[in-house]
């Protein structure tokens, strides 16, 4: 509601006319005549006045203002060169302003990946989620998170270890960063990414903000990749909005016995989401065309063998250089570029082809 009086009055005549109106019907009288009201809409409108005067009522912007230059962040809202523009595809939901920490031109290229998951996170979906940012770092994506632990955290320092950008959406206000056990994370993330809110400094992070604050995850991604989940989760939440966004979203599947995984499972079941377990896979949700990727980079002899020597799975230098032909030298040689130019990807064991059709 309040965004939908922001969009058609105005934010400042928009908050001018709250604080006037003293019945919800005052405040209607505002709107233009062929607005659209439903049956419901008055009575709904007179709650969220009552919210907004309650809110208005304690609401100290100063306060919040000097909080923020104290943690050394910035304001920022649609109309700033820097505002992600995923979060226009939210309509009247998307958030009037946000409150951040860090680097103003992380979202500068605009290429971002939602990677979200179980705060209990099994070995493997930590692995995976190392591979498949570090493949997309090695693409220029920022990859965005929620902060928690588990495989939030785990997108975020994959990211920092592979000297890519991240972004942590918060819950709560900027002052109260959650969970305490990542401070230090949070501090890396400012360093080359951002820490973000839609919520004012002093802001406690409560359980249906956590919700609220998915929204975000999903709409800031161009892409939502979900790793380890249950099948009641957040993360599940996450990939709802990604699917009324109308964003691609990926699951990556995992043990038929794993509750981890239980959500995973019941989003591709659901065809909610397409089956992730390939950097190529990763690449193809994101709308990057790899299956002719060796035609357009003109490869050299070295770098065609080394490529062709890969199967389906990931393999070491060792490997490539027996089944190439090459010396160790060679192969390293090879690898590297072939990585500079986004067509093999480092993995925790070794190499992978960035899609298993090249």
Not at 67 to 92: C, I, Q, T, V, Y
Not at 110 to 134: C, F, H, M, N, W
Not at 216 to 228: H, S
Not at 256 to 274: D, F, P, Q, V
Request: hydrophobic share 40%; net charge neutral.
């Amino acid at each position: 509601m309040a965004g939908m009086l922001r969009r058609i009055l105005g934010t400042e005549e928009a908050l001018y006319e709250i604080r006037r109106a003293k019945t919800a019907k005052e405040l209607a009288s505002v709107l233009p005549e062929d607005f659209f009201r439903a049956p419901a809409f008055l009575s709904t409108l007179e709650d969220s006045l009552e919210c907004w005067k309650r809110r208005l009522a304690t609401v100290n912007v100063n306060r919040s203002l000097d909080s923020l230059d104290a943690l050394s962040g910035f304001l920022m809202n649609s109309d700033s060169p820097d505002w992600p523009k995923g979060l226009l595809d939210l309509g009247d939901s998307a958030p009037a302003a946000m409150w951040a920490m860090g680097k103003r031109s992380a979202f500068k290229n605009q290429k971002t990946l939602s990677v979200v998951g179980a705060r209990i996170a099994s070995p493997y979906g930590l692995e995976v989620t190392r591979d498949l940012v570090q493949s997309a770092v090695s693409k220029d994506y920022v990859v965005v998170s929620g902060g928690a632990l588990g495989i939030d955290a785990k997108a975020h320092r994959s990211a920092l270890d592979a000297k890519g950008e991240t972004v942590a959406i918060m819950a709560g206000g900027l002052d109260r960063l959650y969970p305490p056990r990542n401070l230090d994370l949070f501090e890396e993330i400012k360093n080359s990414g951002l820490v973000i809110s839609e919520m004012p400094p002093g802001t406690s992070p409560a359980r249906w903000r956590f919700l609220q604050r998915n929204r975000l995850i999903a709409a800031i991604g161009q892409a939502t990749i979900v790793v380890e989940a249950g099948y009641k989760s957040g993360s599940i939440n996450t990939a709802g909005h990604a699917n009324e966004l109308d964003r691609p979203v990926g699951a990556i599947p995992g043990p038929i016995n794993s509750t981890r995984s239980a959500g995973c499972h019941r989003l591709i079941k659901e065809r909610r989401a397409e089956l992730i377990s390939t950097p190529g896979e990763l690449f193809e949700l994101l709308g990057q065309d790899t299956l002719h990727a060796s035609a357009n980079f003109g490869l050299t002899g070295n770098q065609t063998r080394a490529l062709d020597s890969f199967g389906y799975f990931e393999q070491g230098t060792e490997r490539v250089a027996a089944i190439s032909g090459m010396t160790m030298s060679e192969a390293n040689f090879a690898l590297d570029s072939l990585e500079r130019i986004g067509l093999v990807v480092r993995t925790s064991s070794g190499w992978m082809k960035t899609s298993n059709t090249l």
